[in-house]
């Protein structure tokens, strides 16, 4: 049955004002289905308070034979970290 | 006679406990691994909520018998469950129809023990009652969804549910026992949860494109310990260890 029907990536918040994670996937035949799944699959330990899912077939994902241009020019590039920078202490929270 | 209250918290008990163990009869079985889990689970919500019944049971009794004596070492004629949740679960459809009926008496029984005068029911009822209306909504969703679904699943869901019309009846009996304990606030007073049963059935059976057949020969007796031999074999099967090795533990 499961292998007829689409795959959905599985995202939960784990708690309120955190962002949803990544956790997985599970198979469905619709949305509705999928959540319901998912809620059984990924949240019966107390893991969250909020989740979304999303056909896997809707993702669009980077090449990883691409992966070369994609990432590596950003390797040599340390300066774009903002640690080169003396903060005045009057400035909280950065 | 039993102190009542002994025999009413048996019953709650056992309708959970028997369903708990045909549900769990389903793991590794189910149509795929996320619908194993999703039995699995109401399997366990069930265990948990007989647990607590049971438990609270055998402090009633006052014979020093906890939930693991009463679920493993009572015969079949001292089990006081319903008839339908000892029905075997035949195939997925049957299963979700079994499931759909008994969890939505059960969604109204337990809301009105939440206003029992015995706290220690009114507080299992106020925890039980959010897993069972979870159990509600996945049951109600198969129920409509295989009865509106292929010829196949449709033929399946019709089927399950005619072989379980003849097991309603006996859900919302009130016997002496319970309209007594129904008077001083104790128990549920079960036939006043018929008419919202029936409504929400029908409703759901009907957007199933199914139909509500009442039973002209409605089954009961599992309250007074008259269980069909099925119920024998799950016994034999759930409680085999705990009689084998009666001090094992873990």
Request: glycine share 6%.
């Given at each position: 049955m499961s292998r007829d029907w689409p795959l959905w990536e599985v995202f939960?918040?784990?708690?309120?004002?955190?962002?949803?994670?990544?956790?997985?996937?599970?198979?469905?035949?619709?949305?509705?289905?999928?959540?319901?799944?998912?809620?059984?699959?990924?949240?019966?330990?107390?893991?969250?308070?909020?989740?979304?899912?999303?056909?896997?077939?809707?993702?669009?994902?980077?090449?990883?034979?691409?992966?070369?241009?994609?990432f590596e020019p950003a390797e040599s590039k340390i300066y774009r970290h903002p640690t080169f920078y003396d903060l005045p202490d009057a400035v909280k929270h950065m | 006679m039993a102190d009542p209250l002994f025999e009413y918290l048996q019953r709650l008990g056992d309708d959970s406990l028997i369903l708990a163990q045909r549900l769990c009869e389903w793991c590794g079985r189910a149509p795929s691994v996320e619908v194993d889990l999703s039995i699995a689970n109401m399997g366990l919500d069930l265990l948990g909520q007989a647990q607590l019944f049971l438990a609270y049971a055998g402090e009633i009794e006052g014979k020093g018998r906890d939930e693991d004596a009463l679920a493993y070492h009572r015969d079949a004629a001292e089990f006081r469950n319903c008839l339908l949740v000892e029905q075997p679960n035949g195939d997925f459809a049957q299963t979700m129809a079994r499931q759909f009926l008994f969890s939505l008496h059960r969604e109204l029984l337990l809301e009105a023990l939440t206003a029992s005068s015995d706290t220690r029911i009114a507080e299992i009822a106020a925890k039980a009652v959010k897993e069972v209306r979870y159990h509600v909504e996945l049951s109600s969703d198969w129920v409509i969804r295989l009865g509106d679904g292929t010829d196949e699943s449709h033929r399946r869901m019709e089927e399950g549910l005619d072989w379980f019309w003849r097991f309603v009846d006996e859900m919302f009996e009130l016997d002496a026992l319970e309209t007594e304990l129904a008077s001083s606030g104790i128990a549920a007073d079960r036939r006043a949860l018929r008419g919202e049963f029936d409504r929400r059935m029908t409703e759901v059976v009907e957007r199933a494109t199914l139909e509500v057949k009442p039973s002209q020969w409605p089954l009961s007796g599992g309250r007074r310990g008259r269980h069909g031999e099925e119920l024998s074999r799950m016994l034999a099967e759930m409680q085999v260890l705990a009689r084998a090795y009666p001090d094992a533990r873990w």
């Open positions: 939960v918040r784990p708690r309120g004002g955190l962002e949803h994670r990544h956790v997985g996937s599970v198979h469905a035949p619709d949305a509705e289905m999928a959540v319901r799944h998912a809620r059984d699959t990924y949240t019966r330990r107390m893991e969250g308070v909020s989740l979304w899912v999303v056909r896997s077939n809707d993702i669009t994902a980077s090449d990883p034979d691409r992966s070369a241009e994609m | -």
